[in-house]
C-alpha cells in the first residue's frame, strides 16, 4: 500500500482558493497557478506551508524538499563565478547515481560556470543535486521552454515518482498538466 505524503482539505490563502488533494508515493501531482502579477506571492506562500508544518488544513506526513534556482550575489558572480563541480560538491550527495548525470550534457563540466548554463540544464543540475538527497520535492520549471519542461518531467518521473518518492510541479502552463498522476487547479477567489 502506498504511503499518504500530504492531504489537505483545501483552504484559502490571500484570496485564492486551494482545492482538497493528496499526494502519495509515486505521484506526481500538478498545481496549476495561473501566471497573474501576484501568482509568485500565493506560489512562495504554499511552498512554504507544504515545506513546514502550518496551521492550515494540511496533514504533511513527509515533508518535501523545494528545488531551488540556482542564484548567486553579484559580487561572487564578478569575481569568482560558481562552477558546476563546486555546486555539486556543496548541494549534492556524492554516493548518488545523480551526483554526475549533469555531465551527461556535451558541453558541462566540473568547471562550467553556472552563469553561463541556459534555463533547461541549468534547472536539471538544481533538481538532479536536490535528488541525490531527497525523494520527496517540490519544484517549477519557471525559465524553461517546452523541451526543457518535457526534459524536467521525464527527469523527475524516472528519478523520483518510479523511485517510490513523490513529487508537486508547480506550472503556469494550463495544458501541460497532463502528464501528471493527478492535477488540481488553483482558484483566484472573486470579489
Not at 506551508?49 to 492550515?56: A, H, I, K, P
Not at 556543496?90 to 568547471?111: G, H, V
Not at 518518492?165 to 502552463?173: E, K, L, M, P
Request: glycine share 4%; with cysteine.
Amino acid at each position: 500500500m502506498r504511503k499518504k505524503i500530504i492531504s489537505s482539505r483545501g483552504f484559502q490563502l490571500n484570496g485564492y482558493y486551494i482545492p482538497p488533494f493528496e499526494l502519495y508515493e509515486r505521484e506526481l501531482l500538478g498545481i496549476y497557478l495561473e501566471n497573474k502579477s501576484d501568482s509568485h506571492i500565493i506560489y512562495d506562500k504554499i511552498v512554504k506551508l507544504f515545506c513546514f508544518e502550518s496551521e492550515y488544513p494540511i496533514e504533511i506526513n513527509k515533508t518535501l524538499d523545494y528545488a531551488k534556482h540556482f542564484r548567486q550575489n553579484i559580487f561572487r558572480q564578478k569575481f569568482k563565478p560558481v562552477t558546476v563541480g563546486e555546486y555539486l560538491n556543496k548541494n549534492a550527495n556524492p554516493k548518488s547515481n545523480l551526483f554526475n548525470t549533469i555531465y551527461e550534457i556535451d558541453y558541462i563540466n566540473p568547471k562550467t560556470r553556472i552563469e553561463t548554463l541556459p534555463g533547461n540544464p541549468r534547472r536539471l543540475l538544481t533538481l538532479s543535486a536536490l535528488i541525490s538527497k531527497s525523494t520527496n520535492i517540490i519544484f517549477d520549471t519557471i525559465a524553461q521552454d517546452s523541451e526543457g519542461i518535457k526534459t524536467t518531467l521525464d527527469f523527475v518521473h524516472e528519478n523520483v515518482v518510479n523511485q517510490n518518492g513523490s513529487a508537486i510541479w508547480f506550472s503556469f502552463f494550463k495544458d501541460s498538466m497532463k502528464t501528471c498522476t493527478r492535477h488540481i487547479e488553483i482558484e483566484k477567489i472573486k470579489n
